[in-house]
């Protein structure tokens, strides 16, 4: 499951003057027919570079209400570093924005408020890397709440954000990050499907489909493997990558969210040049 479309424009707009910056010719993000009131506040070509840098202020956030209920904390010490800064409150406020829209569609209050839970913890910080770790989810009714998930990593001597798309030397790299990763998540699909407490008919069944859900999930495109975070090692450099993956992405809903560590060993011959320095040898 990839993020919801609010959220994947708002990021993608927050993190375009960060790449113009540093020329690295990333896709350009898709022009639309209606650009919005987003596009239309966007800053001409010509505009200064400073007021697309302006810092935001990351203060946690708990709001109640009869209809819904909104709780947002940021890691400390996180603002530093204000590119990255603008990421997080822009992910918040899309998701933000998905959950109050639900609540101005209610005609009565809900049986269970709408709800909107969100984390982002520090999950490496050194001269070089800074990651975030975005987990949660949305409520706005139904059986149960849509997850939120998301991996921002910031390098601050780069002054740009990481991703999958900048992150290796070639798309075709990416068919030995699918193996490794499709590998390890088949493995534990196995052992799931082991349970003895279940029906021989229903564990092949149950089998079929996750083996099914990765093979899909894990197609060697940069899409795919979009959330990712760093592994530290001890001299600060990065062991691992961490690949994230949501419910149904490779597994049903039960299976809950998903990870495989790939490390330095596989990415290295893999890597970006102006990435793999970051990398263990």
Not at 63 to 83: C, H, L, M, N, Q
């Amino acid at each position: 499951m990839t993020l919801n479309r609010p959220i994947r424009i708002v990021l993608a707009l927050l993190l375009l003057p960060a790449a113009v910056a540093c020329q690295r010719g990333n896709d350009p993000v898709p022009a639309t027919t209606d650009p919005g009131p987003a596009a239309a506040a966007a800053p001409e070509p010509s505009a200064p570079a400073a007021a697309a840098e302006a810092p935001v202020s990351l203060d946690d956030v708990i709001e109640t209400d009869p209809r819904y209920v909104v709780g947002i904390s940021y890691p400390p010490g996180v603002a530093a570093d204000p590119g990255l800064a603008r990421a997080l409150h822009g992910y918040a406020e899309a998701a933000r924005g998905e959950l109050m829209q639900a609540v101005s569609g209610l005609r009565e209050k809900p049986t269970a408020p709408y709800e909107l839970s969100l984390g982002f913890r520090e999950v490496m910080r050194s001269s070089e890397v800074v990651a975030v770790a975005a987990d949660g989810s949305l409520y706005t009714g139904g059986a149960h709440g849509q997850p939120l998930l998301a991996r921002f990593v910031w390098l601050p001597r780069q002054q740009r954000m990481l991703t999958a798309q900048d992150l290796l030397a070639s798309p075709e790299g990416w068919r030995s990050v699918a193996d490794y990763v499709g590998e390890q998540l088949g493995a534990a699909a196995h052992t799931r499907a082991a349970d003895e407490a279940l029906e021989s008919g229903d564990r092949e069944r149950l089998l079929a489909v996750a083996l099914r859900m990765i093979d899909e999930g894990t197609r060697p495109v940069p899409e795919n493997f979009a959330q990712f975070e760093p592994v530290p090692a001890a001299d600060g450099r990065i062991a691992a990558l961490r690949f994230v993956f949501p419910p149904y992405q490779v597994g049903p809903y039960a299976d809950g969210v998903q990870r495989v560590e790939v490390p330095a060993a596989v990415l290295k011959p893999l890597l970006a040049p102006d990435v793999s320095p970051l990398f263990v040898p």
